[in-house]
């Protein structure tokens, strides 16, 4: 499958052509528009590290400032925060499910 | 850039069949039924709803767009992942796309069921723009002019039907189809499973539609007669049950599930566990139960303000569950139904009893002879048996099921 080139300097967010719904505590993202995601029936939900990444995803701070704030917030290493948030977003662009803000 | 050697799955992926978000609970609401309308631009003969398309006085009694949308909130505030529009036809509704809409921003998937015959060129680029997430149901009264349109009652009616289920294929749109098995188009049947197989996404072979329910408003007892002249004889519904591939091996492992006599409780099935909304906004426990005791106006907001929850809520935490308990009266249920091992087999309801006799506990003698002959079929009835006399049944659908291995 196409890889797709991030940067840790670009705000990204949840495309327009899906909903994400929390259901029991878990997000389920569910494709509104054809295109999206693998399959048309398909839906996806996130694992924990995921989910605490996707909450960030408002459009207006970067993926270098989610990823310092979720270092400060739970006392972890930078750097395995930046590697998680770069491959949940990798995941999540590939299928079109969050769309990089250009200026 | 990142690799794929981190090697976590941060985004895991649902299919609908293993798709299970509240983890084997169920939610309150997990799919809500919606008949947008009872009118439909088809009149068919076998039809147990229809009502005149341009019926203004029908029109201006159903659920506003406000109502829908507010309906649809409440399902999603209550978990409700899927909502399935019909009717009558769900298309004949000006609204309908705005509703659709909505529904699909909710997270919501859509199942449409439809004749297929308002399909535009512009509904078509907005079902492949959006997709319902589910599916479109096209049912299907003929494969020629003649019968279809004999069916329909509509001259024209074929044309129409082809031309939307073409717009479909061209913008690529999944849709099943499904026939109504009816005299006018009975020896279709073959050419109706081919066409089915390539022109749809159909996985295995169509359905059919043979033992036709009566009048759901028990409004037209003239109807009644045309429905049940047309339905297929008890011998001939199970010579076409059984000629369906793997059917023994089904009934086996269904009759070891779900045979045996239910006594006097008459909802043992699923009913009231989810919902229906007819047309004018009255919640149903199940599609076909239309009793005016068992239905619940979701316009009557007191009770539900004062319980501090939504119509939706309250008639599904309150009010079917109390319904859900209501016992047969009537002796020959009792006498009959109560005590029949074929219980799980038979399409005798409380809303089958509703349609054919006005109540909610008269055996329904139609679907009770197609239990028999279905049973006879089956081995687990002699001739001239009735079923609510066996006292050995339980032994019979053990040699029945344990049959299997031996197969
Ligand atoms: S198309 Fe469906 S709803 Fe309309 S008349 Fe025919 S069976 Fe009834
Ligand atoms: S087979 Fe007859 S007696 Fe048995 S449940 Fe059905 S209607 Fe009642």
Redesign the interface.
């Known amino acids: 499958m196409k890889q797709v080139e991030l940067s840790l300097h670009t705000i990204y967010q949840p495309s327009e052509d899906v909903v994400a719904r929390e259901i029991e505590g878990e997000i389920i993202i569910i494709p509104l528009a054809a295109g999206i995601g693998d399959m048309e029936d398909e839906l996806y939900t996130l694992n924990e590290t995921g989910k605490m990444i996707w909450d960030r995803l408002d459009g207006r701070n970067t993926l270098a400032e989610i990823a310092a704030a979720l270092a400060d917030e739970y006392d972890a290493p930078l750097d395995e925060i930046e590697r998680d948030v770069l491959g949940l977003i990798e995941e999540l662009a590939r299928r079109k499910i969050v769309v990089a803000q250009t200026e | ?2 690799s794929k050697s ?1 090697q ?9 069949s293993r ?1 299970d ?3 084997g ?1 169920a ?1 309150l609401l997990s799919h809500l039924d919606i008949e947008l309308t009872e009118r439909c631009n088809n009149a068919c003969i076998h039809c147990c709803i229809n009502q005149p398309e341009h019926d203004a006085e029908l029109a201006g009694r159903e659920m506003s767009t406000a109502f829908i949308k507010d309906l649809l909130q409440q399902a ?1 505030d209550l ?1 409700c ?1 899927s909502v399935r529009f019909t009717g009558g036809e769900p298309l004949l509704r000006r609204d309908f796309t705005e509703l659709y809409l909505f529904a ?4 919501m ?1 859509v199942v449409l069921f439809t004749n297929a015959r308002l399909i535009t060129p512009e509904l078509a680029q907005l079902l ?4 319902p ?2 599916m479109v149901e096209v049912t299907v009264y003929g494969m020629q002019a003649e019968s279809y349109d004999a069916v329909a009652a509509r001259a024209g009616a074929f044309a129409g039907f082809w031309r939307g289920v073409e717009l479909l294929r061209e913008h690529k749109i ?1 849709f099943i189809v499904k026939q109504s098995l009816l005299p006018a188009n009975r020896s279709e049947q073959a050419e109706f499973e081919a066409w089915a197989l390539t022109a749809a996404d159909m996985k295995d072979s169509p359905g059919y539609s043979i033992n036709f329910e009566l009048r759901g408003r028990r409004d037209n007892p003239a109807r009644n007669r045309v429905i049940e002249s047309l339905r297929f004889s008890p011998e001939e519904s199970v010579a076409l049950l059984t000629s369906r591939p793997g059917y023994v091996e089904e009934m086996q492992q269904f009759c070891a599930k779900f045979m045996g006599p239910s006594g006097d409780l008459l909802f043992g099935c699923g009913a009231g566990k989810g919902a229906c909304v007819d047309a004018y906004g009255r919640a149903q426990m199940c599609m076909g139960l239309r009793h005016p005791d068992l239905v619940w106006d979701l316009h009557r907001a007191d009770e539900a303000e004062a319980a501090d929850m939504s119509p939706l809520k309250f008639v599904l935490t309150e009010v079917f569950p109390k319904w859900r308990e209501i016992r047969a009266t009537n002796p020959d249920y009792l006498q009959r139904c109560a005590r029949c091992f074929l219980k799980g087999l038979c399409e005798q309801c409380p809303a089958r009893s509703w349609q054919e006799h006005g109540d909610l506990d008269t055996p329904v003698e139609y679907f009770c002879a197609i239990a028999h002959v279905q049973a006879r079929d089956l081995g687990l009835l002699d001739e001239g048996e009735k079923a609510w006399e066996v006292e050995d049944w339980r032994e019979r659908i053990a040699n029945f099921s344990n049959r299997k291995s031996e197969t």
């Open positions: 850039m990142v981190t976590k799955e941060y985004v895991r992926i649902l299919s609908p798709f978000p509240w983890h609970k939610p999603a978990g992942i699909r921003r909710l997270g998937r492949a723009r959006i997709p997430g589910k999944r």
